[in-house]
């Protein structure tokens, strides 16, 4: 079983609410099970509902919007229903505030750094998985989500 996630991790919470970062920290930990068992579904899922978490937890943007793009991207290779749900989240957020689209990792190498912040969670080795036989890239993957997500919001 994995051990839960550095601490270091939520060093950056600025909620005085022990129960979000504890929240946060469990989402942390079933992330890091997940990709353990080599679940894209179960990663997908817990990378979003980390976001949530994080976000409520008072995370800056760009640590709570990168689980969320991660969530679409590997929703995305997968076919999953989720990737509608995790694209329309990145739609919303910036629509109300635009100025997050600017704190989005910018390459699909630096979405794989900013999420292996959490122990255990290797992004590259699973959308690579993902993609063999044909699939997207990590990078065509992310920034068609980004794309999506764009035309979402404008309308």
Sequence with gaps: MPEPP????????TSQSSAAAQSATIQATELSRAYAAHDPNRCAIHHYNLSNHLEFAGARPEVYLA?????AVIAFQTGSQM?????GAL?????AQPVKWQVLPG???????AVAAVDGVDLMALVDDLSVGGGASGDEAMHGVIGMAKSMSSG
Excluded at 67 to 71: D, S
């Design 6 to 13: 550095a601490s270091g991790f939520f060093s950056n919470l």
């Design 67 to 71: 689980h969320r793009l991660a969530a």
């Design 83 to 87: 990737m509608f749900q995790a694209i």
């Design 91 to 95: 739609a919303a957020g910036a629509m």
């Design 107 to 113: 390459s699909f190498p630096e979405l794989c750094a």
